[in-house]
């Protein structure tokens, strides 16, 4: 039997806002020239791509019946890396501000 997918539609809608959080921090430093000095951008980059990878996982869930457990769970966990890497940028951009 089939599992009741309730967590694709939220992984979806937060996914995509972190998404564009991260959209703006990586054009902000680009914009500012401060992408040379610092780690933050790469990361801010792979956390753009795990959110969408997310997000598009997300989706596929929600459409699919076959393996929308499957989708929702890698979608689950391609969310929780980025969340991680956005915490990882959290700590860079609080040490670079401290320094």
């Known amino acids: 039997m089939r ?3 309730n967590k694709s539609s939220h992984i979806l809608n937060t996914s995509a806002t972190l998404f564009g959080l991260c959209y703006v921090v990586f054009t902000s430093l680009k ?3 401060l ?3 610092t ?3 790469e990361f801010t980059a792979v956390s753009m791509v795990l959110f969408m990878i997310s997000c598009l996982l997300s989706f596929l869930s929600i459409r699919s019946n076959r393996k929308s457990v499957y989708f929702e769970r890698i979608a689950d966990y391609a969310f ?3 969340l ?3 915490f990882i940028i ?3 951009i609080v040490f670079n501000l401290v320094q």
């Open 31 to 33: 914009t500012l020239k």
């Open 80 to 82: 929780l890396a980025g």
């Open 84 to 86: 991680f890497t956005l």
């Open 35 to 37: 992408d040379g000095n």
């Open 90 to 92: 959290t700590i860079f």
């Open 3 to 5: 599992e009741i997918n």
């Open 39 to 41: 780690l933050i951008d």
